[in-house]
């Protein structure tokens, strides 16, 4: 295992210990505003930064768009999803199943844009930890081929994401979204290299 492994294991691993349960009340997508958003967001970015942070050692992924993206597909963490089914990145289920990191499917209701935006039913992926739904998220997005044109924009966060919103979503205003709460929490910090 090189450098680059251990280091990611080593955070996946403290981060394991740390995470504790999702809380269930309803967060703001954008820079919280009161004292109670703010501190779910706070909580949550403790959760989720480290986390993100190892998926941009073990995958390449800007630490800043991991977590921004999580932010939107999951509120904050608050997001039925998010709660019920630790799915912080809204991946669905394949045809075959749930993929190699997820344990099982479940049915939610969504909108889909295609382009007028209207209610479907889709099976999401389910997964045992915080950790695996962001591991699985660094997977996906290092290994197919929906997104390779985003890999050599890993260097500039909004044109990464601007790349990944092609195939990852089918809201058009996607990547703008991630971008605003990138910069309205700084996010960008979570790129630094560790001290």
């Not at 997977?139 to 197919?144: D, G, M, P």
Request: proline fraction near 7%.
């Amino acid at each position: 295992m090189d450098k680059r492994h251990r280091i990611a294991a080593a955070v996946l691993a403290v981060t394991a210990l740390v995470l504790g349960p999702a809380q269930a009340s309803a967060a703001p997508l954008g820079k919280p505003k009161t004292a109670h958003a703010k501190k779910l967001a706070a909580e949550y970015l403790d959760r989720a930064g480290p986390l993100a942070r190892a998926v941009a050692v073990e995958f390449g992924i800007p630490a800043s768009v991991t977590a921004g993206q999580s932010i939107l597909e999951s509120s904050w963490g608050q997001s039925r999803l998010a709660v019920t089914d630790r799915n912080f990145f809204g991946f669905k289920c394949l045809a075959t199943g749930p993929g190699p990191i997820a344990v099982a499917c479940h049915d939610y209701p969504t909108t889909e844009c295609t382009p007028d935006c209207h209610q479907v039913q889709a099976l999401f992926r389910v997964y045992d930890s915080m950790l695996s739904s962001f591991r699985d998220y660094g997977r996906v997005l290092s290994t197919s081929k929906n997104y390779t044109a985003a890999l050599p924009l890993k260097h500039d966060p909004n044109a990464y994401v601007t790349e990944v919103a092609k195939k990852y979503a089918t809201d058009p205003n996607y990547a703008a979204k991630v971008i605003r709460i990138m910069q309205e929490n700084n996010l960008y910090r979570l790129d630094a290299p560790l001290p």
